[in-house]
């Protein structure tokens, strides 16, 4: 058994409990889970004990509610049981047309974390994922700033997953035990000040950044490449889409820390800087979570030959992170029951698009792959 | 030092020789060459020694004047000094617009192979390269019936290909090992009977179908859809050409044997076999060498959903397999001074389309790329 | 009121019938019909009144039944009014997993074609529709011919679609007026036979083959390009689809059929008849009715700059081609209201991609379309 | 005859003086130019007299050598007769990395105006050609107000392109006529005032934003959809290059200029707005001149069917502008000779990105082609 709260009942969160209620129901195989049912602990073991929001046309709902409004099939009747509470938002709405209400409308910032505790220490949670909007957010890197940002109560400094992975760091020291999966681009598993908080507090951090969508084939691609020594020359890579994530990264600021995310991975992998345009490009309300890519790559080949890549896809934004959800709660737990504490970057560099700690590196994903399924106990697949 | 023959003095040749002496002469970097300068053989150790073609038209001619048929640039004068010979045919021009001459015209085809293996003991080389086109074939699978259709000059069911492999493990017996690199469809590495017989005369034999264009890209993107556990519905590929092997493949018998080679990635990745079209298409003269592919996944995702990548691309057919040649000519040399007589899977793995021996699998090009590096003495690059 | 009888009762003959229904039930606008409602006849006027198969399992059933074998949304009721009758073969489903029967079998060719008047003296049909599926054929050219094979019973002469629309010319002589609309490539529109017969006979025929997919689309590109001088090098253009249509056009005869249709379409747009690889690639189940099309045009530019252009799609073909109908079963009874018999060339050069008669070009669409407005008595849209 | 003069020798400057000069020497056909060599007026009837830049490092060389910057093969020697001048620039360069210098910076606005008409009386072009990188710019729309802005020497109102066009409408008013080709963004042939100033100034103007890349292709692929009836659901558009054009783009404000442009042809095609996200991307410097474009556009067909189409492309930007200049100093002759003053739709409504005048709309480019050709005086091509 996996008790799971939920930070941010969106479309991610909606497309994961009424994904995980349909398998428990036996709807659907394990598509789109990358460890299907290998781990020893099942999927139908996974149980979401609580949900969080900011939304104001969310809180006090039952999720079989909430869900209905990302997911327009038969939704399993479980979902009336868990209740979204409210959360913390710090801004993390701003600009967006939805009203944002949060403890901290009511209280300090210390007494929403102490609040945000005392539930979960009733509602015994093993990992807490945290897949909200995605934020304008500056790194901590030392502890004491982020300690002091707290008591303070600095909310022009700090940002609700801030706060949220706070908050899981006391929840684990109190209980002995727990997992944050920061599945958004705020940097939590590659700010030094989180993993060391983390390590003290008997916290599992994963993170930052649900690897889905055109980063992680650009991982692949990219590598292909570089196996046979082709000289990329350039690469631009366009992604448009419709849900409010892309509505969210319209703005300037947000769109700036997704950039950041992004860009380290052609040389990580090339070996090189290779020129590159790597942005999230658009909004356009259609498209709805089906999001559109297109990459072009150009490189050298033998002889100076000059050879183009364009790869283009209509991908399912939200099922692409909420498959990998299942995965990532169960592999919080066995962390956790290993008192793996800070971070692991074995499961990180599968995951993430930024695999934290701050000073590691992506990999070609199909090499990571390998390496989490070692780490995690499981035969590789081909090496 | 590594001396090479090469059978096929075509568009991939001439790539490579004018490539490999533009590199000597410090024009070029190692692009396109998978392990650059990495290996204790350097690039610059390969030296072109003889070379054999059926082309009435080109038989006699030095390789500075071939190479000027398919490269516009300043052709290196140092290839002034290796001549075609004449080689075997066999049919294998058969409905091409090429005259063909052999010298199976003038003799028995035990007397062209002892013809060749004693010009091949004095041209002394480590290697010999087969590049011609492709030809129709069907496999032996049993070493006497190979050794039979040699002795009975049986030519309708050789072809050239088959009978360059005997010669070459002829030669390699009696001079006490060479390699024999199949860049081309017709099963050498994948025939229980050339296998053997290689095992048996100190011959490392390489093969088959050298890995370029869509094939190994095909191999890396499904196994990264298969380590999400996505579902795979389809896989439509395309590609169209102007050169040669294009127009040779429009002779239905040919690309039959095409096919055979290509089908078995899919479920050798995927572990099931997805419906799919994987065909070369067609010919279309102003394309030339560098032609263009087109490729269409759809597949399931969580919670059912449907996704769908387009990759298309222009790819210069002839340098990709002419820089694989780069590598496999110096591995073809070690394997040798290592005394691995046979097939090396490590290296057929990742160069190669259909990776010998008869039994042996397809993995994805980036993990058997580290793989063959490790066989090769060097450091992965990324494990 | 326009009366229809539909010839083959396939996937584009069940997605016009329930699509027609809809649109009387207010389900849908009038998306993917060219002339919405602008004509003086409505698409509530339309009335399917009859329909011929030769697939065993189909005849005696409603159109209520069938159609829920190609649509699986609610099917409307009224379509539980027309039963399918049996219509003749001449081998046109031979090759496929179908069983088919014909009234051929029990009967002359005379006699079935006298049936079959007889028929539709009773249903009273204004328009037949054929959409069977593609068959190979040989033109007639010369009436004389012509009624020679029918009165012979030629059965190895005579295609399906040759029958029927030799049925409907008696038909129409008989009745005073008709129009025959041909969808599928057999030359009926084109074979200067037919338009004779028909001139003589109070016929309208209108085709040949249905102006869907990437054909129209590629006429409009070439004309872009036309229209700045750019010269096109090279064109090459691929279809892959899982519905009955693609997998018969996997039998080699059939599809050669197909391509003679298409490639005038180069030489009648460009003026010169650039290189091109124009064909209908193959067949991939679970594709369905969604065909993948993808297309390299290659162009020189001012100053010789070469550019490129790629076109990849999914196109829901038999959606394409039944909204395409809606409007030539309203434009055929125009034109016998008109007295326009023998064929007409406003009409099949938008609407057709072989558009007869037999001397007649390939225009840009765009341009067709306009003209085809002026002729149907509507205002042009943008000319 | 037609004199030309040119204001801002840049890339498509360049590649229009070199292309131009070739055809003369009859190393290149008419590729790229639309109407080739139809008008009675010929291609080798142009002469380039005169040409202005504010790049400190242009200023005084011959063509001959601006050339050798955009274009790598053999400089016809006749480009060593003209002498790049020095214009105005009012900060069209800022924010690039090139050193400006102008005539404003020695004297006033009038003055800098005088100067250029008193030099034009000298050279005697028929034709000025507008092709400075893209600026910031408000129009003026009332006449009084750009002669205030003038008198007022109000540098912070002005753009280069503006003193530009009412300099040519002075000397226009001198000499008896003249055109203005205006192949930039800024509003001239849609700015009522300079329209106003042309009709009393005996000046013609075309423009405005020469209508390359995918903006036209756009127009007909929408045109193409609209004439069936399907619906458009959502358009995206990218396009990333590497010239200083798409560099000067990165400029928010400039940016901005050219969305302005462009959005307008999707209401105008199709009837209705449909969502669109059609912007200049951004800058990717190893692309050059060859821009990469992309083009996702999802529609609905019959019965509610859901299509897709995908336009990828690579495209010299240069050439592509620089044919249709051949075209437009041509036309901008023969409309000074029918004294047709003011702008020209028909010719604004093929060769512009945004056809003036103000009111007009855009048509199919199609369409628009055969309309220019009456207009020119020529048989329409497919009409």
Known sequence: MVRVVIVGQGYVASIFAVGLERIKRGDLGYYGVPLANELPIKVEDIQIVGSYDVDKTKIGLPLYEIVQRYWKGDVPETLQEVFVRKGVHLRSLRNLPIEAVGLEDEMSLRDAIEHLVSEWKELKPDVIVNVPTTEAFVPFEDL????????????????????????????????????????????????????????????????????????????????????????VRDIAQFNIGGNTDFL???????????????????????????????????????????????????????????????????????????????????????????????????????????????????????????????????????L
Chains 1, 2, 3, 4 share one sequence.
């Open 144 to 231: 004491e700033k982020l300690e002091k940002a707290i008591k303070e109560d600095d909310r022009d400094r700090l940002t609700a997953t801030q706060v949220y992975a706070y908050a899981a760091a006391q929840y684990a020291k109190e209980v002995g035990g727990a997992a944050f999966v920061n599945a958004i681009p705020t940097l939590i598993a590659n700010d030094p000040a989180f993993v060391e908080l983390a390590k003290e507090s008997n916290l599992v951090i994963f993170g930052d950044d649900g690897a889905t969508g055109a980063t992680p084939l650009t991982a692949d691609v990219l590598a292909h490449l570089a196996q046979r020594n082709r000289h």
């Open 248 to 382: 969210a990264l319209t703005d300037k600021e947000r769109n700036r820390s997704k950039e950041y995310t992004k860009s380290s991975v052609v040389e990580d992998i090339l070996g090189y800087n290779a020129p590159h345009f790597i942005k999230p490009t658009g909004f356009l309300e259609p498209l709805g979570d089906k999001k559109f890519i297109a990459m072009h790559i150009e490189y050298v080949s033998f002889n100076g030959a000059i050879d183009e890549l364009v790869i283009t896809g209509r991908i399912n934004d939200s099922p692409a992170l909420a498959g990998l959800l299942v995965d990532l709660v169960r592999l919080g737990k066995i962390a956790v029951d290993r008192k793996e504490f800070g971070t692991v970057y074995e499961v990180n560099a599968f995951y993430m698009k930024n695999p934290g700690p701050k000073e590691a590196k992506n990999l070609p994903r199909i090499i990571a792959y390998e390496k989490m399924r070692q780490w995690a106990g499981l035969k590789p697949r081909y």
